[in-house]
C-alpha cells in the first residue's frame, strides 16, 4: 500500500509540475513595463547535454531563467506548506475507503506469499490456519517494531515486484539482487 502511495504521488506531483511549467511557458510579459527591464540584446551560449553548445536570443534565455526561478519558488513554498507534515499520511487520510482498497489490492500472488512467509517465519508458524488461531502477547513498543518492520519488508517486496513487471513489460531479462553472504532466506 504504501509503495503504491509513494508511485501516485510522485506521479501527481510530476503532473503539478508539468501544467506549472506549461502556465510559465504562456505567461506573457505583462508583469513588465514595456521595454524597461529587458533591454538587452544578443545570444547566449548554453551547453547541451546531448549535442553540445547552442546559441539562444538573450532575452529568450532570460525568460527561461525567470521561469525556472518562478519553479523553484513554487516548490519552495510547497515544501514550506508540508514542513512538519506526512505527505503519505495526509495523502491516505484525504483518500475514499474504495480508493484505500485500490492500493492494497495490486499486489501480486508472489507478493503475497512472500509476505506470509515472512510473517509465518517471524511468528514462528508453519501453518497458515494455525496463524488465525495463535493467541499473540506483545507490548506497544513490540507492537510497533513489528508493524515498522512488517511495513518495510512489504514496501521493499512490492519494489522489487514493481520492478521485475516493469522489467518483463520491457522485455529484459530480470536482474537478481544478489544476497550478501550468509543471509539466505
Same mark, same amino acid.
Given at each position: 500500500?504504501?509503495?503504491?502511495?509513494?508511485?501516485?504521488?510522485?506521479?501527481?506531483?510530476?503532473?503539478?509540475?508539468?501544467?506549472?511549467?506549461?502556465?510559465?511557458?504562456?505567461?506573457?510579459?505583462?508583469?513588465?513595463?514595456?521595454?524597461?527591464?529587458?533591454?538587452?540584446? !544578443?545570444?547566449?551560449?548554453?551547453?547541451?547535454?546531448?549535442?553540445? $553548445?547552442?546559441?539562444?536570443? @538573450?532575452?529568450?534565455?532570460?525568460? /527561461? &531563467?525567470?521561469?525556472?526561478?518562478?519553479?523553484?519558488?513554487?516548490?519552495?513554498?510547497?515544501?514550506?506548506?508540508?514542513?512538519?507534515?506526512?505527505?503519505?499520511?495526509?495523502?491516505?487520510?484525504?483518500?475514499?475507503?474504495?480508493?484505500?482498497?485500490?492500493?492494497?489490492?495490486?499486489?501480486?500472488?508472489?507478493?503475497?506469499?512472500?509476505?506470509?512467509?515472512?510473517?509465518?517465519?517471524?511468528? !514462528?508458524?508453519?501453518?497458515?490456519?494455525?496463524?488465525?488461531?495463535? $493467541?499473540?502477547?506483545?507490548? @506497544?513498543?513490540?507492537?510497533?517494531? /513489528? &508493524?515498522?518492520?512488517?511495513?518495510?519488508?512489504?514496501?521493499?517486496?512490492?519494489?522489487?515486484?514493481?520492478?521485475?513487471?516493469?522489467?518483463?513489460?520491457?522485455?529484459?531479462?530480470?536482474?537478481?539482487?544478489?544476497?550478501?553472504?550468509?543471509?539466505?532466506?
Amino acid at each position: 500500500m504504501f509503495r503504491n502511495v509513494q508511485f501516485r504521488l510522485e506521479l501527481q506531483q510530476s503532473l503539478e509540475q508539468v501544467a506549472l511549467t506549461d502556465a510559465q511557458s504562456i505567461r506573457s510579459d505583462s508583469d513588465y513595463a514595456p521595454g524597461t527591464q529587458k533591454k538587452v540584446s !544578443g545570444e547566449v551560449i548554453r551547453w547541451r547535454d546531448d549535442s553540445g $553548445p547552442e546559441k539562444i536570443d @538573450a532575452v529568450k534565455y532570460i525568460e /527561461l &531563467l525567470e521561469i525556472e526561478i518562478d519553479e523553484l519558488k513554487h516548490q519552495l513554498t510547497q515544501r514550506k506548506a508540508l514542513h512538519g507534515h506526512n505527505e503519505i499520511l495526509d495523502y491516505l487520510k484525504s483518500l475514499e475507503p474504495q480508493n484505500l482498497q485500490e492500493l492494497t489490492s495490486t499486489a501480486g500472488e508472489d507478493a503475497l506469499e512472500a509476505m506470509n512467509t515472512f510473517i509465518q517465519r517471524l511468528l !514462528g508458524v508453519s501453518d497458515p490456519a494455525q496463524l488465525k488461531r495463535t $493467541p499473540t502477547e506483545a507490548t @506497544a513498543p513490540e507492537l510497533a517494531r /513489528l &508493524l515498522y518492520w512488517l511495513m518495510v519488508v512489504g514496501y521493499s517486496v512490492r519494489n522489487i515486484e514493481v520492478r521485475f513487471d516493469m522489467e518483463r513489460v520491457l522485455g529484459m531479462p530480470p536482474k537478481l539482487p544478489e544476497l550478501p553472504p550468509g543471509e539466505n532466506l
